[in-house]
């Protein structure tokens, strides 16, 4: 298709300065860092654009879309970024429908929703699943992927195979056209006098019917015959509609990648929660026996049907997942149970039944509980990401990564792709859908060897071609054509159809602007790769996105984990052109918890801070060092607080400090509003004077208590609690001398002062078997030690250090003693847990919720977002108040649901940050708090009887 050429100004920042002036300064953004970020989405492809805008309105998308028109700027739709095929990245101008993230509507008796573009699946599904509603297809990527790139691409997942593609799923669209006018796209019926408006209105409407009419036949016969394509325009689908005597216009707009108009909201149809749903993993001896029982598992009529090849199972690693050394591939069965009249465990007993005919590696695991099933699907899920672990160059590569074949042959295709690629020496996953014959397939090749690169451009062409020639297949089962099989559209189609393809295209955007180069193009797939990129350990998959805090609240990519690994790691990056976004960050690590391919962000975030320490927190934790002088300090602050944390005299007092707080960031304040932690005047050292271990003194006592600043000098009961309980198990813990295990010394850049105390903390706790937290950043910084010292000579000492930090709840659930508690109460207290970031980075997830819900005066629940981050961390809170509210607020909602009267953590900057968010809706205590109550109850019941 030649499209008009597209202009793009000369003046730099002209587009955004134009735009700035119709939406407004905080909607449009250019600089070095914005571009930068939304260069890249989860695809192989690299482009820059020149303005980003974050419309919040059908106004403003619709004024976009005028002004790229007129000015013949190309102009990309945008959601999460994580397509793996380029259409999300542009030359121009990218629009980011992140910030339209609501549910507009929920209509529970028809079981349908209006949802907005920018909500990510797994928030919709979290709204629905309240109501016991869920959406049905599932994209693998549902914990980040969001609605709009979802329609766009005609997504699909595992449970397709039950409940269709988004194509299936959706009622109507609102439609941004080019012209800059709405479309209400619906399935009208012909006779519907709303349809004749509709054609008179909008001449594509008109050329779409005629085209459809006029080549009825040509598009029955060159229809795909396997169940599920997502290559080309849907012509099929309208075809189908015409046939029923219904223009069904979301069929065209599903799936056209952002090139034919611009969604602001869809109404979707919903499928009720499975009333219990079995997994099953299935480990089978030989391929061909894989192909053989899949007709048979699907008379099970199961919701999913995966498969993993044995390539697969080996790039994944097979001990880490359980899986059997000598299995060729691996099924993955679900199925769900929807009336009261499913057995499943009958179900199970057929499933065994039938797979004893072939020759399995063992009998099938099968899992009923959520968290169990949960384990079954993890490798599967982290698939690809955790791909790019295996090899420092050799990247998985996607561009032959969608094609579809007849189910019954898919043994037939991974038979033969193994011996494809066998032969060319590449690794290769292959895996996917195969109740639906859909194969995801992920050579790993290093693209910068120019060996490499030729073996992806033979295997482009040949995978394709024996795709569509030998098995009748389809080169795109659901993630869109994009960039990378935008060449192969005519091959798959044939030039007549393609000319459709491209008639459709010019009359809905004649001025070729929505998301010129996507779909409908020459361009071979091997323009625009990111060669860079594709030898850095990131997989630009956005997992990270889904949990960043900071991303949560801005809803932009500049201020997101995946798009600051891509700043700092730019070979442009400069702290100067980047310091707002470096400085955004909390280091809160849920990124690095999230990355399955092991790439910590906050880490590379800590180093770049590094060469820019801040001046104002050099002073600051200097004198925090000089221990004694600092704690003077702190106790004449504790005799005075009841006067200066007086309401008037602390909105006095964030008033006066602002000029001097302000050198922490430009962001920071002393808040009024946050509700600070009651100063000790006997610091926890000088009330436990019997504990207490001088340098150079021997232990007493195999455990020590690194109490952290803290515990220390906050009088909140937390360090009683953690000795009382330690006691109560039997342990007298020693009070080592200590020094701030370093963690908000080193978020301000001062590693050197950071390792300065560290190395005191190395000395001191060095003759104990166990070290014992109770605060989850020290728990962190401690275990994180090694890291710190890299490459130096106390490093073998920092990890002898690490393997001997426990944290409280830890060593209460491996204690043997087990101290006695009050018998079961009648009446109990609703008790949730926030589960503090660094705690959770440090691996201690369970051994909490698992203490609290042994407690007897306690009613666990577990609430919504438990694990997201609460905004705190450290000082954030100080350093940009605004922002840790704003992320408190999903917090704080999530506790109200629940329903919890008390929450439980183990952080005390989680602790002020959930007592200043929550203004006393809920009480906040440590978990040692409740376990130290719930043993000091026993001690009252057994001293009553
Ligand atoms: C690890 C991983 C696993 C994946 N697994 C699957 C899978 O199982 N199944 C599957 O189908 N896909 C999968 N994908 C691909 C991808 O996640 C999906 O295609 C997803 O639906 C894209 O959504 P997004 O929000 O990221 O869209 P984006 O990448 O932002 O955009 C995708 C397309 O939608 C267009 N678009 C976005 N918003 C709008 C709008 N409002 N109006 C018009 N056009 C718009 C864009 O222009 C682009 O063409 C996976 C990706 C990754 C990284
Ligand atoms: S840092 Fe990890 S989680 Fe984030 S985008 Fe990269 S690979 Fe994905
Ligand atoms: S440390 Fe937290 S705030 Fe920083 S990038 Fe990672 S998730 Fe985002």
Not at 71 to 76: A, K, S, V, W, Y
Not at 294 to 303: F, H, I, Q, R, T
Not at 649 to 663: C, H, Q, S
Request: neutral net charge; contains cysteine.
């Amino acid at each position: 298709m030649t499209a008009p050429t597209l202009i793009l100004p000369e003046r730099s920042h002209a587009i955004a300065s134009d735009l700035r002036a119709v939406l407004g300064v905080d909607k449009v953004k250019d600089d070095y860092s914005t571009l930068t970020a939304y260069a890249v989405d989860a695809s192989i492809y690299r482009i820059a654009p020149r303005a980003v805008v974050l419309v919040e309105s059908e106004g403003d998308i619709a004024a976009t879309v005028r002004y790229a028109v007129q000015r013949g700027i190309p102009l990309t739709p945008r959601a999460a970024g994580t397509n793996l095929t380029g259409s999300a990245i542009g030359s121009g101008i990218i629009l980011d429908v992140s910030r339209l993230n609501r549910v507009l509507e929920l209509n529970r008796e028809e079981s349908w929703a209006r949802v907005q573009p920018g909500i990510v699946l797994a928030e919709l599904n979290k709204h629905l699943g309240r109501h016991g509603f869920m959406f049905g297809p599932d994209p693998s990527s549902g914990d980040m992927c969001k609605f709009g790139g979802m329609l766009a691409n005609n997504s699909s997942g595992p449970h397709t195979l039950r409940y269709g593609a988004v194509k299936d799923n959706v009622e109507a669209l609102r439609v941004c056209l080019q012209s800059g006018e709405w479309l209400n796209a619906k399935a009208y019926g012909l006779d519907d006098p709303n349809c004749a408006d509709l054609l008179k209105a909008h001449k594509p409407l008109r050329d779409l019917q005629l085209l459809l009419q006029e080549n009825a036949t040509l598009i029955a016969q060159k229809r795909p015959t396997v169940s599920k394509n997502s290559c080309g325009y849907n012509l099929f689908g309208l075809a189908d509609g015409l046939a029923r005597g219904r223009f069904d216009l979301p069929k065209l707009f599903v799936g056209s990648e952002g090139t034919l108009g611009l969604f602001s909201e869809a109404t979707i149809r919903l499928v009720e929660k499975p009333r219990a749903t079995l997994t099953a993993l299935i480990h089978f001896h030989h391929l061909e026996d894989v192909g053989d029982a899949v007709p048979k598992l699907l008379e099970l009529s199961p919701s999913a049907l995966e498969v993993m090849d044995a390539n697969t199972l080996n790039l994944i690693g097979r001990a880490k997942h359980g899986i059997p050394a000598d299995a060729a591939a691996t099924l993955l069965v679900e199925l769900d149970a929807d009336g009261a009249g499913t057995d499943l465990c009958a179900q199970a007993d057929r499933m065994t039944e039938i797979c004893r005919r072939y020759r399995l590696t063992s009998d099938p695991v099968i899992a009923f509980d959520p968290e169990q099933r949960e384990q079954l699907w993890k490798a599967r899920k982290a698939l690809y990401p955790t791909l790019y672990r295996f090899d420092p160059k050799k990247k998985p590569i996607n561009f032959v990564d969608d094609v579809v074949v007849p189910a019954e042959r898919i043994g037939e295709l991974i038979r033969y792709l193994e011996e494809f690629f066998a032969g060319q020496r590449v690794p290769v996953a292959i895996f996917g859908h195969i109740g639906n014959g859909n194969a995801h397939i992920i050579p790993l090749l290093d693209v910068n060897d120019q060996d490499d690169f030729q073996k992806m451009v033979q295997g482009y062409h040949e995978i394709h071609q024996t795709v569509l020639g030998r098995f009748g297949g389809s080169i795109c089962g659901e993630h869109g054509d994009g960039r990378v099989r935008t060449e192969y559209v005519k091959t798959m189609f044939g030039q007549e159809l393609y000319d459709l393809f491209v008639r459709v295209k010019q009359s809905f955007d004649p001025s070729g602007v929505l998301n010129p180069g996507i779909k409908i193009s020459d361009r071979p797939f091997t323009d625009n790769i990111d060669y860079v990129r594709l030898s850095k350990p990131c997989a630009t998959c956005a997992k990270c996105n889904a949990v960043c805090p900071v991303y949560d609240v801005f809803q932009s990519e500049d201020m997101s984990s995946r798009g600051w690994f891509e700043i700092v790691t730019d070979k442009n990056y400069s702290y100067l052109n980047s310091k707002r976004v470096v400085e955004a960050c909390l280091n809160c690590k849920s990124c690095r918890t999230a990355c399955p391919a092991g790439v910590d962000v906050s880490q590379l975030i800590l180093d770049r801070r590094a060469e820019h320490p801040n001046k104002m927190a050099g002073v600051i934790f200097r004198f925090h060092a000089q221990t004694a002088n600092f704690e003077i300090f702190l106790k004449l602050l504790a005799r005075y607080q009841p006067i200066w944390d007086r309401p008037l005299v602390r909105r006095l007092l964030d008033y006066l400090t602002k000029p001097f707080i302000r050198g922490l960031a430009e962001t920071a304040r002393l808040s009024a509003q946050l509700v600070m932690p009651r100063l000790a005047r006997r610091h926890l050292r000088d009330r436990y004077p019997e504990l207490i271990t001088q340098a150079g003194q021997t232990a007493r006592s195999p455990v020590a208590y690194f109490h952290g600043c803290a515990a220390n000098y906050f009088d909140d009961g937390v360090g009683d609690a953690v000795i009382s309980v330690l006691r109560k198990h039997g342990v007298e813990p020693d009070l080592p001398t200590q020094r701030c295990s370093g963690t908000p010394i080193e978020t301000y850049g001062h590693r050197a002062l950071a390792k300065e105390g560290a190395r005191v903390n190395l000395v001191s706790m060095a003759g104990y078997d166990k070290v014992v937290t109770g605060c989850a950043s020290c728990t962190l910084m401690l275990k994180d030690y090694p890291t710190l010292f890299a490459g130096e000579p106390e490093q073998a000492a920092a990890q002898a250090l690490a393997k001997r930090v426990t944290h409280i709840s830890e060593f209460v659930a491996q204690s043997p003693v087990k101290p006695a508690m009050a018998s079961q109460q009648p009446t109990k207290c609703k008790v949730a847990y926030h589960s503090s970031c660094h705690l959770r980075a440090a691996g201690v997830t369970k051994e909490p919720r698992a203490i609290l819900q042994g407690l007897p005066g306690v009613e666990y629940v577990e609430m919504p977002d438990a694990d997201r981050c609460a905004g705190g961390a450290g000082t954030y809170l100080v350093k940009d108040f605004e922002t840790s509210q704003r992320i408190v607020e999903r917090k704080r909602r999530a506790i109200e649901q629940s329903g919890a009267k008390v929450v439980a953590t183990s952080c005390p900057a989680c602790m002020i940050q959930l007592r200043t968010g929550l203004q006393g809706a809920a009480e906040v205590k440590h978990v040692a708090q409740l376990i130290q109550e719930a043993y000091e109850a026993g001690d009252r019941q057994t001293r009553q009887t």
